[in-house]
């Protein structure tokens, strides 16, 4: 399950949580249902049914204001022009959602952002999806807006950029390890010269004061 630990900006997350369980079981179950050739009633709150119903609604050419899922949404919206994106923005379940239909880049969905935003960018069926890693309270309450196949690859893309920064930040340390303990080695290294420079310029200093004195002798005797 995803978390949000304020010490993290993420955590893991489990794929078999329980919205991409219940979706696909759903799925499964309007599937078989086709295949077999039955009749009978799907679950309306199902993923299927609902993209079922909104396509029903478009051929009919109406429109209505349900948030069931990103697919839905993208069907009752209008065909973007040639410079001309159709945007649409709402709020599902608290957290901010803005989706655009653009001609020329294709569909992007964007979902909550911070202050501080950390975004990533996910390929999904319905388009690209962008998500704040700094927000993820925001992609939880959206989770039931995605298939389960998106869903998947939202969350396999959010481990991916997780499990790389962490080796980068391993090879950093590293790094860093490396040219502090060469500079340790240096520093080393200098201190031991000068003490062998005090120590030879300590010796020539008592070696002259000795001749200075057998000098000073010779003379006082002489």
Known sequence: MINNDRYMAYQTFNTTNYTAKQ???????????????????????????????????????????????????????????????????????????????????????????????????????????????NDMTSLMKCLDLFSPEDLNAILRKIQEVKQAREAMNQIDRMQDELVKNNRDEKKDGEEDGMQSVGEAVGVVSAEEMHEIEEKREKKFIG
């Open 23 to 133: 979706l696909e079981k759903q799925m499964k179950s309007a599937h078989q249902l086709k295949s077999a050739g039955m009749e009978g009633n799907v679950d309306p709150n199902s993923f299927a049914a609902k993209l079922k119903q909104a396509d029903e609604y478009a051929a009919s050419g109406e429109h209505y204001s349900a948030t069931d899922s990103i697919g839905v949404m993208l069907r009752q919206m209008d065909e973007p022009k040639a410079g001309e994106p159709v945007t649409r923005d709402f709020f599902h379940n608290g957290a901010r959602v803005s989706i655009t239909k653009d001609a020329m880049y294709g569909n992007s969905i964007t979902i909550g952002g911070s202050s501080n935003p950390d975004w990533i960018h996910v390929d999904t069926s319905v388009g690209t999806v962008h998500i704040d890693l």
